[in-house]
């Protein structure tokens, strides 16, 4: 029950989550001239970048197997902001990941960047607002959300409503299709950390520049587990230098229960112990890099993300579902309205397994964003219907942009034509995104 007064505000476009994604969506529908609503239950965006740490731009480049310099294959709203944060200084050059290049930003420089994306457009920002419940109108219209605040409830009208929460959210509360992971088993979280104190040069002279970390120190950590002094459940890991002098962005923690299994944030029990036990992993690398790494002697944790990293929990069931093999073949589709090259990083088990997708893109059909059943309703971001292999690959930072650019289109697109989002074809959508920079073809 809360019994205070309840806040109404109309809109044409409410946007759940201010992640990659739900930033995209919004700057990109208010550029077309539509009333739009962005509501986040943290007080600054980046979701799982910003929030979950997860620190770098992934998705951006070919994979290759020659010494070239990286190919930018994705373009559209991920570029504009990768170059707007490139501009204040948050966002580091290339590096190299195994066969690709990704590139690490400030993260408080995200926030900023996103921040004046924002306000440049006049979207009315809700931080601090959770979204509790949908509007679901006759059988299956949703018609906005209400969201929780400090000031009371706020109730949302909004002719399209796009669930950019990453865990669907706004699709499962108005009892739309949706599934979790494989059968229910999802990639394990992360708790990502950043350690300080490091001497960069000499870190980089012994272990080189490749930010996932070669065999020798994958086996420094597994004698090391077996000489019983420490804990360390992930062998292979990924340690990327910043844009702070001395210090490394650290993904390396394995999250996953005392029965060995991945836990799922969308459980409060798993999310609770997934923060502490995410923690408790940090504690225990920083004491092994400290104790084996060169040039991590006197290095210290600065912090960690504002919660543990969140990989994949609840996706939306489309009219379409991105396959597993189309990631791998590189499967183009007609109505696709983004693109990616970024291969299949399945957090799962022991060891991250990485399948390549070499010298190539496959792409996202738009389908993969509108719920099977539902109308006014969108999804964008890492919660779009997708196998569980294929998501381990199209969640990652760079997509959840082109996801939001396309879904912000789509929804200002069946606003200005008093339409259905379902009723939009992908093919003249991928036209749209082509006119406005994505160069899809
Ligand atoms: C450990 C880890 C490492 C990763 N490493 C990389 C990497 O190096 N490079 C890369 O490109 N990608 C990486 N990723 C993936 C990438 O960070 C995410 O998949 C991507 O940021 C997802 O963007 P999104 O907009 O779909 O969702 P999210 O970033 O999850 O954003 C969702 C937003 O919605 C808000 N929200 C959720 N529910 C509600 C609600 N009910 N009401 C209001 N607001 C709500 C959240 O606070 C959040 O801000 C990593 C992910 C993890 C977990």
């Not at 946007?15 to 239950?41: C, F, M, P």
């Not at 920002?125 to 219209?141: I, K, L, T, Y």
């Not at 069946?414 to 339409?419: D, F, L, Y």
Request: aromatic share 8%.
């Amino acid at each position: 029950m809360d019994l205070r007064p309840v806040s109404r505000i109309e809109t044409d476009v409410l946007i759940v989550g201010g992640g990659a994604a739900g930033v995209a969506a919004a700057v990109t529908a208010a550029r077309q001239g539509v009333r739009v609503v962005l509501a986040e239950r943290y007080g600054f965006c980046g979701g799982g970048a910003v929030a979950g740490l997860s620190g770098t731009v992934c998705g951006l480049y070919e994979a290759s197997d020659t010494a070239n310099a990286p190919r930018q294959v994705v373009f559209g709203f991920a570029d504009e902001f990768v170059r707007a944060l490139d501009a204040r200084g948050g966002l580091a050059p290339p590096v190299r990941y195994g066969k690709t290049h990704t590139r690490v930003h400030d993260p408080v420089m995200w926030r900023e960047t996103a921040d004046a994306f924002l306000r440049d457009q006049s979207i009315t920002v809700v931080f601090h607002a959770v979204a509790v419940g949908a509007h679901v109108e006759g059988r299956d219209a949703v018609g906005g959300a209400i969201l929780w605040s400090k000031q009371g409830p706020i109730d949302v009208r909004a002719r399209v409503t796009i669930d950019a929460s990453g865990d669907a959210d706004v699709v499962a509360m108005a009892g739309l299709p949706n599934f979790i992971g494989d059968n229910g088993r999802v990639q394990n979280p992360t708790m990502i950390f950043r350690l300080m104190g490091v001497d960069v040069d000499r870190f980089l002279a012994a272990h080189g520049d490749d930010t996932i970390m070669g065999p020798a120190v994958s086996e420094m950590i597994r004698a090391a587990n077996e000489s019983g002094k420490y804990r360390l459940p992930r062998a292979k890991i990924w340690l990327f230098t910043t844009t702070r002098p001395g210090e490394l962005l650290c993904n390396c923690t394995r999250v996953v229960g005392p029965d060995g299994r991945e836990l799922n944030p969308l459980f409060h029990a798993d999310f609770t112990d997934a923060e502490i036990e995410g923690r408790r992993q940090m504690r225990e690398y920083e004491r092994f890099f400290r104790d084996h790494l060169a040039g991590c002697e006197k290095a210290f944790v600065n912090d960690t993300g504002v919660q543990v990293g969140v990989r994949q929990t609840r996706q939306i069931e489309g009219v379409k579902k991105l396959a597993n093999t189309d990631v791998v073949k590189g499967t183009k589709f007609p109505d696709g309205i983004a693109r990616s090259p970024w291969p299949i990083e399945l957090h799962s088990g022991e060891k991250p397994r990485v399948e390549w997708l070499m010298n190539d893109v496959y792409e996202i059909p738009y389908q993969c964003f509108v719920p099977a059943r539902g109308q006014n309703l969108l999804a964008a971001g890492r919660c779009l219907s997708a196998e569980h292999e294929a998501v381990a690959s199209a969640r990652v930072t760079a997509q959840c942009f082109s996801y939001g650019h396309a879904i912000g289109h789509a929804a200002s697109i069946a606003v200005k034509e008093r339409i259905s989002p379902r009723a939009i074809r992908g093919e003249d959508l991928r036209a749209v995104l082509n006119r406005d920079g994505a160069r899809l073809d």
